[in-house]
């Protein structure tokens, strides 16, 4: 007990009469045992007894006004509001705003001087602290406690901290109350006479400004127009130009129309003049000539319309074909990679061992469909040439069968090689545009495929050289149907490709 009551280790030995190390390990094993009280928990205990009282205080109150003023002139209110400490700060601020705001007359009823301690224990609140709920509890009894005839003076006393109050605590959550608190402090630190004053010399100050910046927007009017009218100039002028270029280009244009007109007729006309010179059996054959040149002219229009677009719609049905060998070795490819993983995957299981019982039921049916079918009797000589004749047969098998992959080999290289060069030939480009660079892609590799297209290069070469008069009713000739005659002339291996 000594010990917790503040004496020292000695104090506590001489009054229990024992040593100073039994002193020290008794303290240690009541420590240890929780024998010594919390501070913190001590706190905490006497701050809910406090909340109680002032509960207690403000249901009482409610009851009886006239306490309000007796509790508020209390010395001992006012000593619980010169407490340092956060929270109890807290809990007689609420206690403050809430007698206040039970009795809203007892500010003018209680002593100016209790009123002046109470505002400049807020103010100093206000000022010192940092704490948002300190800040809100003072501004709001400041604000309750206005009615008061003293706060003139208050307000007054304390004009300079308007500014340092609304940039500390501005935003902080109680914007209203605050505004409230810096218009109580600006209207009480201004007489109305020098309010009003104060009003006329800004109207002086804002009509000034005004008329300064309209007289100052007047000079530049002038200028605005001036650049106005000359955009304005400037647009109709670029506009004229480009009316004027435009009358010269049509101009430009009907005079070459005419110019092609004159010369075309002019044409015409020696033509006329030639042909009433020439005799008349030249003019047939003339005329003959011109109408075979149209004739080709226009066949080679057709057939050129026809293989484009026989082109364009195998090409989109390569396409089709294409994509469609992919998704199926794609399908493939995958299928048998399942078959593998569960080939590798499954366990091998061998054949389940026979029991003796299965075993003797099998013999007996064997010996069963031997009585039943007895074998005929076979000699040795047919044996052994009919084991001949099958291994003749095997022997021969095997050999076609070689030849059967070789073949199958050759045949699959082949399509490959036949599907790369109709792929170069369909991204080849057109004859009209083909480079020195681009002949490789008109060439084939394959003999045969080279062979057939020699063959039909010749037949068509045979077939143009045919007077016209003999392909008039042959537009729609299949190549491969006309007439092939050897024509000893190399044209090495020119495909029939482009456009």
Same mark, same amino acid.
Request: hydrophobic share 35%.
């Given at each position: 007990?000594?010990?917790?009551?503040?004496?020292?280790?000695?104090?506590?030995?001489?009054?229990?009469?024992?040593?100073?190390?039994?002193?020290?390990?008794?303290?240690?094993?009541?420590?240890?045992?929780?024998?010594?009280?919390?501070?913190?928990?001590?706190?905490?205990?006497?701050?809910?007894?406090?909340?109680?009282?002032?509960?207690?205080?403000?249901?009482?109150?409610?009851?009886?006004?006239?306490?309000?003023?007796?509790?508020?002139?209390?010395?001992?209110?006012?000593?619980?509001?010169?407490?340092?400490?956060?929270?109890?700060?807290?809990?007689?601020?609420?206690?403050?705003?809430?007698?206040?705001?039970?009795?809203?007359?007892?500010?003018?009823?209680?002593?100016?001087?209790?009123?002046?301690?109470?505002?400049?224990?807020?103010?100093?609140?206000?000022?010192?602290?940092?704490?948002?709920?300190?800040?809100?509890?003072?501004?709001?009894?400041?604000?309750?406690?206005?009615?008061?005839?003293?706060?003139?003076?208050?307000?007054?006393?304390?004009?300079?901290?308007?500014?340092?109050?609304?940039?500390?605590?501005?935003?902080?959550?109680?914007?209203?109350?605050?505004?409230?608190?810096?218009?109580?402090?600006?209207?009480?630190?201004?007489?109305?006479?020098?309010? !009003?004053? /104060?009003?006329? +010399?800004? @109207?002086? &100050? #804002?009509?000034?400004? *005004?008329?300064? $910046?309209? %007289?100052?927007?007047? !000079?530049? /009017?002038?200028? +605005?127009? @001036?650049? &106005? #009218?000359?955009?304005? *100039?400037?647009? $109709?002028? %670029?506009?004229?130009?480009?009316?004027?270029?435009?009358?010269?280009?049509?101009?430009?244009?009907?005079?070459?129309?005419?110019?092609?007109?004159?010369?075309?007729?002019?044409?015409?006309?020696?033509?006329?003049?030639?042909?009433?010179?020439?005799?008349?059996?030249?003019?047939?054959?003339?005329?003959?000539?011109?109408?075979?040149?149209?004739?080709?002219?226009?066949?080679?229009?057709?057939?050129?319309?026809?293989?484009?677009?026989?082109?364009?719609?195998?090409?989109?049905?390569?396409?089709?074909?294409?994509?469609?060998?992919?998704?199926?070795?794609?399908?493939?490819?995958?299928?048998?990679?399942?078959?593998?993983?569960?080939?590798?995957?499954?366990?091998?299981?061998?054949?389940?061992?026979?029991?003796?019982?299965?075993?003797?039921?099998?013999?007996?049916?064997?010996?069963?469909?031997?009585?039943?079918?007895?074998?005929?009797?076979?000699?040795?000589?047919?044996?052994?040439?009919?084991?001949?004749?099958?291994?003749?047969?095997?022997?021969?098998?095997?050999?076609?069968?070689?030849?059967?992959?070789?073949?199958?080999?050759?045949?699959?290289?082949?399509?490959?090689?036949?599907?790369?060069?109709?792929?170069?030939?369909?991204?080849?480009?057109?004859?009209?545009?083909?480079?020195?660079?681009?002949?490789?892609?008109?060439?084939?590799?394959?003999?045969?495929?080279?062979?057939?297209?020699?063959?039909?290069?010749?037949?068509?070469?045979?077939?143009?050289?045919?007077?016209?008069?003999?392909?008039?009713?042959?537009?729609?000739?299949?190549?491969?149907?006309?007439?092939?005659?050897?024509?000893?002339?190399?044209?090495?291996?020119?495909?029939?490709?482009?456009?």
């Amino acid at each position: 007990m000594a010990r917790r009551l503040g004496q020292s280790i000695s104090k506590t030995a001489a009054l229990v009469g024992c040593s100073r190390s039994a002193v020290v390990s008794t303290y240690q094993k009541w420590s240890k045992e929780g024998k010594v009280v919390n501070r913190d928990e001590q706190k905490a205990s006497l701050f809910r007894n406090l909340r109680k009282v002032t509960n207690s205080i403000c249901c009482l109150c409610r009851g009886h006004i006239p306490l309000i003023k007796t509790t508020l002139q209390s010395d001992h209110f006012l000593q619980l509001m010169l407490s340092e400490d956060v929270e109890s700060d807290i809990v007689v601020l609420s206690l403050l705003q809430n007698l206040l705001r039970i009795n809203s007359v007892v500010p003018m009823e209680i002593a100016e001087k209790t009123v002046e301690d109470f505002s400049d224990e807020l103010i100093l609140r206000l000022i010192s602290t940092n704490n948002p709920v300190v800040g809100s509890a003072a501004t709001k009894a400041l604000v309750l406690l206005a009615s008061s005839p003293a706060i003139k003076t208050i307000c007054r006393k304390y004009e300079g901290s308007r500014f340092p109050l609304r940039e500390k605590w501005t935003g902080k959550g109680f914007d209203k109350e605050l505004g409230q608190l810096l218009e109580l402090l600006h209207a009480a630190s201004h007489q109305p006479g020098e309010v !009003k004053r /104060l009003h006329q +010399a800004a @109207s002086l &100050i #804002q009509a000034a400004w *005004r008329s300064y $910046k309209t %007289r100052k927007r007047m !000079k530049k /009017l002038p200028s +605005a127009v @001036s650049r &106005i #009218q000359k955009s304005f *100039r400037e647009r $109709k002028k %670029r506009e004229s130009l480009l009316s004027q270029r435009q009358k010269e280009a049509q101009e430009l244009r009907q005079q070459l129309q005419l110019s092609r007109q004159r010369a075309l007729r002019e044409f015409r006309q020696r033509q006329l003049d030639l042909l009433e010179i020439v005799p008349a059996g030249l003019v047939d054959r003339f005329l003959h000539e011109q109408e075979q040149r149209a004739a080709v002219v226009i066949q080679k229009q057709w057939r050129g319309h026809r293989e484009r677009r026989k082109f364009h719609q195998q090409k989109q049905a390569m396409k089709e074909f294409k994509a469609a060998v992919t998704l199926q070795r794609a399908a493939l490819r995958f299928m048998q990679k399942r078959r593998n993983a569960r080939c590798s995957l499954s366990p091998w299981k061998g054949p389940s061992g026979l029991t003796d019982e299965r075993r003797a039921e099998l013999k007996k049916v064997v010996e069963d469909y031997i009585a039943l079918h007895p074998s005929p009797s076979v000699l040795i000589d047919s044996c052994k040439e009919l084991h001949q004749q099958t291994q003749e047969m095997l022997r021969q098998h095997l050999m076609n069968r070689t030849l059967h992959r070789k073949a199958e080999q050759h045949r699959k290289s082949l399509i490959t090689q036949i599907n790369s060069e109709v792929d170069l030939l369909m991204n080849a480009p057109g004859l009209k545009d083909a480079t020195e660079q681009d002949i490789s892609k008109f060439m084939s590799r394959s003999v045969p495929v080279a062979a057939r297209a020699k063959q039909s290069h010749n037949t068509l070469l045979q077939f143009n050289r045919w007077p016209w008069w003999k392909k008039l009713g042959d537009e729609f000739l299949d190549p491969e149907q006309l007439p092939k005659d050897n024509m000893n002339i190399d044209f090495e291996t020119l495909y029939l490709g482009g456009s």
